[in-house]
T-cell receptor
Framework: AQSVTQLGSHVSVSEGALVLLRCNYSSSVPPYLFWYVQYPNQGLQLLLKYTTGATLVKGINGFEAEFKKSETSFHLTKPSAHMSDAAEYFCAVSREYGNKLVFGAGTILRVKS | GAGVSQSPSNKVTEKGKDVELRCDPISGHTALYWYRQSLGQGLEFLIYFQGNSAPDKSGLPSDRFSAERTGGSVSTLTIQRTQQEDSAVYLC???????????FGEGSRLTVL
């Protein structure tokens, strides 16, 4: 069975600082990996996804993530945090297109001015 | 519409009543998913439709929960004899089989008193 672990339910950074949100997955087959963001009282929005090919994936709003098979990780980063990045972030894994996504528990990002 | 539409956005009901939640997916999306988001629980998969069929309904928590999809479009999630533990935000998502990206609605917030 697939599973996702997000380390840290809350992360706090200063505006302009590096954002690092950690995600580890377990999957018996090559996974497809996703990061979603949820702003207050809104649905989830896709930030980026990894399916095949280049392991460094760039997404919207300056975020990127790197798939590291040896570490079973897909950490999300952004060089410089903005106040508008404050939200909850979810990592998710699926085996193949059309299958359900299995989500991590989420990480709430707080950005301090 | 342009996005996934869910109704009602908020529902308050008394314990023991039945509720119906509606999801109108993006036109042309063949796959439809229901998730439940409870405080501190992350996103819990409920059921997946491909067309009008539900090949995976493993996440429905009890036989009080059911869902259907008609015409390959609108889906209804029904909860019978609601309990307080059913209080949550119910999220619907749709996707094109080929892309794997799920597009989420803003959810239906259910409160059972």
């Amino acid at each position: 069975a697939q599973s996702v672990t997000q380390l840290g339910s809350h992360v706090s950074v200063s505006e302009g600082a590096l954002v690092l949100l950690r995600c580890n997955y377990s999957s018996s087959v090559p996974p497809y990996l996703f990061w979603y963001v949820q702003y207050p009282n809104q649905g989830l929005q896709l930030l980026l996804k990894y399916t095949t090919g280049a392991t460094l994936v760039k997404g919207i709003n300056g975020f990127e993530a790197e798939f590291k098979k040896s570490e079973t990780s897909f950490h999300l980063t952004k060089p410089s945090a903005h106040m508008s990045d404050a939200a909850e972030y979810f990592c998710a894994v699926s085996r193949e297109y059309g299958n359900k996504l299995v989500f991590g528990a989420g990480t709430i990002l707080r950005v301090k001015s | 519409g342009a996005g996934v539409s869910q109704s009602p956005s908020n529902k308050v009901t008394e314990k023991g009543k039945d509720v119906e939640l509606r999801c109108d997916p993006i036109s042309g999306h063949t796959a439809l998913y229901w998730y439940r988001q409870s405080l501190g629980q992350g996103l819990e998969f409920l059921i997946y439709f491909q067309g009008n069929s539900a090949p995976d309904k493993s996440g429905l928590p009890s036989d009080r929960f059911s869902a259907e999809r008609t015409g390959g479009s609108v889906s209804t999630l029904t909860i019978q004899r609601t309990q307080q533990e059913d209080s949550a935000v119910y999220l619907c998502a749709s996707s094109l089989q080929a892309t794997g990206e799920l597009f989420f609605g803003e959810g239906s917030r259910l409160t059972v008193l």
